[in-house]
């Protein structure tokens, strides 16, 4: 298994956890040597492990908590570091986000996950051809 594939199951437990409103594996998918943060959309920056996980166990426990797939996911690589850049989908829309991961112990951990609206579309890949002009007869 590459690093990219490890730090995408990393992701991909990330979302299971949330999903699924397992608590215990979403503190067990947190770094504990490395410093964390998190920025849930509309909240204030949390910079806090404890606090972090406060925040987890308020929005597990809420049967109003929003459900979340994610796609398309893309890696960046830096080392002993990565970034999964990713789109959120929500019943009210889109979120874009950004998860970075630490390796511990070999093993791939969550430092820092943000969320926020996303507005703007991103260009489409196809070229859309022009309308034909009508003849007027």
């Known amino acids: 298994m590459t ?4 730090v995408l199951a990393a992701n991909l437990e990330f979302y299971r956890a949330f999903a699924a409103r397992d608590l215990v594996a979403m503190e067990e998918l ?3 040597r490395w410093p964390v943060g ?3 959309p509309g909240w204030p920056a949390l910079s806090d492990r404890d606090a972090v996980m406060e925040s987890w166990r ?7 908590a ?6 398309d996911e893309r890696v960046l690589l830096y080392g002993e570091t990565a970034l999964v ?4 989908e929500l019943e009210g829309g889109t979120l874009i986000a950004s998860n970075l991961f ?3 112990d070999g093993i ?3 430092a820092h996950h943000q969320a926020g609206q996303l507005v703007a579309r991103r260009p489409q890949t196809r070229r859309q051809e022009p309308p034909r002009p009508s003849r007027l007869n």
């Not at 690093?3 to 490890?6: G, L, N, P, R, W």
């Not at 308020?58 to 109003?64: D, K, R, Y």
């Open 108 to 110: 791939w951990r969550i």
């Open 30 to 32: 947190w770094a504990r």
């Open 66 to 71: 929003p459900r979340i797939a994610c796609y």
């Open 3 to 6: 690093d990219s594939d490890a």
């Open 102 to 104: 630490v390796r511990e």
């Open 38 to 40: 998190c920025v849930h």
């Open 58 to 64: 308020s929005i597990l426990s809420n049967p109003e």
């Open 85 to 88: 850049l990713c789109e959120e």
